[in-house]
């Protein structure tokens, strides 16, 4: 049975910065595409980034608006994402949430559709 937890979410003043985990169990981990989306009410899901793991993988994949500011990494010893995020804005506000691909995959794309397992989220929320 594959689990992704999500740790990390939390209310933070613009300008703050967070470290969201995400633990992978129940698949095998290395060579895959895992990531980050976010969503906010009334918006759609948004692909933030994202990172082949493994030790042959680590290359990694940026939405625009989070470029210079957020960071994935990972520890492969312990099958966890990372994603840390600093200088946050108040339009950061969204929930966030772990995906992985149910395929092997030397590169990765921020769509929704290219991730088959998904977390159960964790929020954050930045204020003004």
């Known amino acids: 049975q594959v689990q992704l937890v999500e740790s990390g979410g939390d209310s933070v003043q613009a300008g703050g910065s967070l470290r969201l985990s995400c633990t992978a169990s129940?698949?095998?981990?290395?060579?895959?595409?895992m990531g980050w989306f976010r969503q906010s009410p009334g918006k759609e899901r948004e692909g933030v980034a994202a990172?082949?793991?493994?030790?042959?993988?680590?290359?990694?994949y940026y939405a625009d608006s989070v470029k210079g500011r957020f960071t994935i990494s990972q520890d492969n010893a312990k099958n966890t994402v990372y994603l840390r995020m600093n200088s946050l804005k108040p339009e950061d506000t969204a929930m966030y949430y772990c995906?992985?691909?149910?395929?092997?995959?030397?590169?990765?794309?921020?769509?929704?559709?290219?991730?088959?397992?998904w977390g159960q989220g964790t929020q954050v929320t930045v204020s003004s």
């Open positions: 990172i082949v793991t493994g030790y042959g993988g680590g290359s990694t």
């Open positions: 129940g698949y095998i981990y290395s060579g895959r595409c």
């Open positions: 995906a992985a691909s149910n395929r092997l995959r030397s590169r990765c794309q921020l769509e929704a559709s290219n991730f088959g397992y």
